[in-house]
Every structure is written in C-alpha cells, then in structure tokens.
C-alpha cells in the first residue's frame, strides 16, 4: 500500500511546478533519444549487416561516458546543474543534425563520431538532471520522483521507440534525426523554467582542483560502503547491457518484412515492461529500506529467469514478452538504487556519485555490446545462445547484492557500525521508512 507521506505522481506533478518542468524536459528529451536510437540502428543495418558494425555503434554510445564522467561530476558539483543541462541539450541538438551528412558505408566513422560526441554530452546532462532532483521536491517525495522518472524512461522508450519505427518506415532516417533534434530545442526550453535554487554545501575548500575534488567523491565512496555498492548495482544490471545490440539482431532473426517495425515493437515491449516494475512493487510492499533492498535482489534473479524465456523464444511476440519481463525487473533495480542514493548522499556529493555511477554502468554496458557482437562474428553464436548466457551472468550480481546485504545485517546485529550506518540507522536494514527519516544524509567526518 502506498505511504501516507508519499503523494501521488499526478499530485506531485501538479503541486510542484519546478520538478512538473524539468520532467515535462525529460519527457521531451527522452521521446527524441528514442527516436534518435531507432534511426541509428536502422542507418547501421543499411550501411552494414554486421554484428561488430552494430555493436560498436552501441560501444561509441556507452564507452565515451566512461572517459568524461570523472570531469562531468566535478562540474555538475561545482556550477549551476540547470545551466549544465541547458547547453547540454543545445549541443546536442547541433550534433544530432551532422547525421544528415552520412550518405554510405564509407561514413560510418561520422556515425561513430557523431554518436561519441552526442553521448558525452548526455555524460554532462544525466548526472546533472539526476542530482538537481533533491533540490526540487521534499525529502518525503523522492521515493515517488524517482519512480516517476524510471517510469517515463520506460514509457518514452515504448512510445518513442514504435514512433522511431513508424517515422523510419513512412518518411525515412533523415526526418527521424530532424525530430530528434528538435526535441532538444523544447527540452532545454522546459529546463530554463526551472529556477535556479540548487543548495549546494560545499564541504571542499573553492580553492581545490577538479582532481581533488574527484579524489575526494572517490575518498567518501570507499568509507561509504553501502553507498559505493549501491552505485555499482546499475553495473551489475549492465552486465546484459547487450540486450541493445541483440533486439536489432533478434528482430531481423523473426521478422522478414520491416526491420524498423521490428526493432520498435521489440523496444516498445521493453519500455512497457519497465514502467510497470517499480509502481507494482511500491505500491504492493511500500517503500521502507529493506523493501527497496531486498526488491532490488528478487529483481536480478527474476531478470535472469526472463532472459531464460528470451532463450527460447521463436516469434517476435514471446520475444516481445520476454523483452518485456526482463526490463520490468531491471526497473526495480535501477529506479530503487537511484532513491536509496539520493536519500543516503550528501547534496555537495550528488552529482560525483551519479558520474561515477554512469561510468561503470557504461563501461560494463559497453562490454557487454561488444560481447554479443563478437559472439555473433566470433564465435557464429545465434541470439538464442547469447540470451541464455546473459540468464546466467545477469544472476551474479543478485547473488553478490544478496550477499552484501546479508553481511550488513550481520554486522549490524552485533552492534557495529559500516561506514555512516549504525545498527539504529534508518539507512540500515530497519524496516522504517525512509522517505519518511530527516536523518538520512549522513554528514562525512
């Protein structure tokens, strides 16, 4: 049953006008990146059919994060996150036109180029929008943001996706990346009405470097262990990151006509499956901490068991299906780590650790394109294999998380304390409420 402190999406939207314009922002931005997606992998299936072709499209989409995160979080740290998000956006809008340019095979290096740029700067903008959330609704509220912001992730892909195949299939590539770009235009619009009311307590001195102030995030995780894994749990999801560069290869397996048609039913069954996880959890089991917790573990065993159904599906609809659990599941995992982070990290340290989380989610999500690309050309495996072997690697990272939690709990019942978690602590395994607690940033000594 849902708490009686946390109000309700539609309330939340319509009471607080801040956060109602950055999502009104993210909802745009996040309709053109699926549009944006969606012309990309049809442009690679037409310039190439190559496994590696598409699989280095989605590591040119994932891996420059890895490199510009460390200067990302320092930035987003240290200057107005509203600003960030803005110029972010403009420059994007001016990238995602160079795709006008590609005409043949022989331009597949501005693709790969374009996209680098493109997603660096996404490395600017995602950890900015994710820290500014705080400082736009209660304390009591963050719970029910987060949720609503997975789940119009997951509504804008399943929209944004079958729009990408239409448009792709009725008007062609060139009138998807036009679309795209103009989505960046509104979204930076919606984001200059947000104010600028960040409450940033800066505990640096303002005369360190950016790589002392990185070195510092860095310092804080490693006394923080619970706050240190919780940013590695969306890595951990990552490891079946390749799901991306397997629905194109699965929708041209089962569907003979169009390809664009495919590619956006199979990736609009992902994003209705993953916008119905966290509401059913939270609604179902509330939003305690050990609720959130231990829903993030059952998730990564039910993910591995939907990648054992894709395994042995056959036709685009099971496939579909398939598609569709595994994602539901891995929004539990990725909406709740983001609330358990913002109501566990200081503001000052926010935007670090949402860097730092992006970049090992990035770099095992690009491990694991490239890793399905090569099964593909390497090892002449079919999408059939690769999903049973993403069942089996997908398990890891719940039996660790379990793991852990389990070792807190010990711990904490014999009196001790981990990090800034003691047995009282409403960050602990205490079935209290969260999002309800004042106490949860947890000041660094």
């Known amino acids: 049953m849902q708490s009686k402190n946390t109000i309700g999406y539609f309330r939340l939207l319509r009471q607080n006008t801040e956060f109602r314009n950055l999502w009104y922002g993210q909802v745009v931005s996040e309709l053109g990146d699926w549009l944006n997606s969606i012309a990309i992998y049809a442009l690679i299936l037409k310039l190439s059919d190559s496994g590696m072709a598409m699989a280095g499209a989605m590591m040119a989409k994932l891996l420059p994060i890895v490199l510009i995160s460390p200067i990302a979080g320092v930035v987003v740290d240290r200057v107005s996150r509203k600003n ?50 705080p400082s736009l609704v209660q304390k009591k509220d963050l719970v ?74 860095m310092r804080y995780l490693w006394s923080e262990p619970m706050v240190l894994v919780l940013s590695l749990l969306k890595a951990g999801l990552a490891v079946a ?22 590619i ?8 209705l499956g993953a916008a119905l996880g966290p509401i059913l959890v939270k609604r179902i089991f509330g939003e305690s901490a050990r609720v959130l917790q231990w829903a993030i573990a059952g998730a990564f065993f039910l993910k591995a068991l939907s990648y054992l159904f894709i395994a042995h599906s056959s036709n685009l609809w099971t496939l579909s299906l398939g598609v569709a659990l595994a994602t539901l599941f891995g929004s539990i995992i990725w909406v709740f780590s983001s609330a358990l982070i913002h109501l566990s990290v ?3 340290y926010l935007g670090r650790v949402f860097s730092f989380e992006l970049a090992s989610l990035t770099l095992f ?64 395994l205490n079935p209290t409420s969260i999002a309800g607690d004042g106490n949860h940033q947890a000041e660094i000594k």
């Open 84 to 133: 960030v998000m803005i110029i972010s956006d403009l420059l994007r809008c001016i990238v995602v036109l160079g795709f006008l340019l590609v005409e043949d095979q022989g331009a597949l290096w501005l693709v790969y180029t374009l996209v680098v740029v493109e997603i660096s700067l996404s490395g600017f903008f995602e950890p900015a929008r994710s820290a500014i959330i």
């Open 144 to 217: 029910t943001a987060n949720a609503l912001s997975g789940s119009t992730w997951s509504v804008m892909l399943a929209f944004g996706a079958a729009l990408g195949g239409v448009v792709v299939h009725l008007f062609g590539i060139r009138t998807a990346f036009i679309l795209d770009a103009s989505t960046f235009i509104v979204s930076a619009w919606f984001i200059s009405r947000v104010p600028n009311q960040e409450k940033l307590k800066k505990k640096s001195s303002p005369n360190q470097s950016g790589y002392q102030e990185f070195a510092d995030s």
């Open 241 to 262: 990151g390749g799901i991306m560069t397997l629905i194109p290869l699965m929708a041209s397996k089962v569907l003979s006509g169009s390809l664009s048609l495919g």
């Open 264 to 271: 956006g039913i199979l990736y609009s069954a992902r994003g």
């Open 346 to 348: 200081p503001d000052s």
């Open 365 to 428: 999500m690009g491990l694991s394109n490239w890793g399905v690309g090569y099964a593909v050309d390497g090892w002449g495996l079919d999408v059939n294999q690769i999903a049973l072997r993403m069942a089996v690697l997908v398990a890891l990272p719940g039996i660790l998380w379990s793991g852990f939690l389990i070792f807190i709990q010990c711990k904490l019942k014999k009196g001790e304390r981990v990090g800034s978690i003691c047995p009282v602590d409403p960050n602990g």
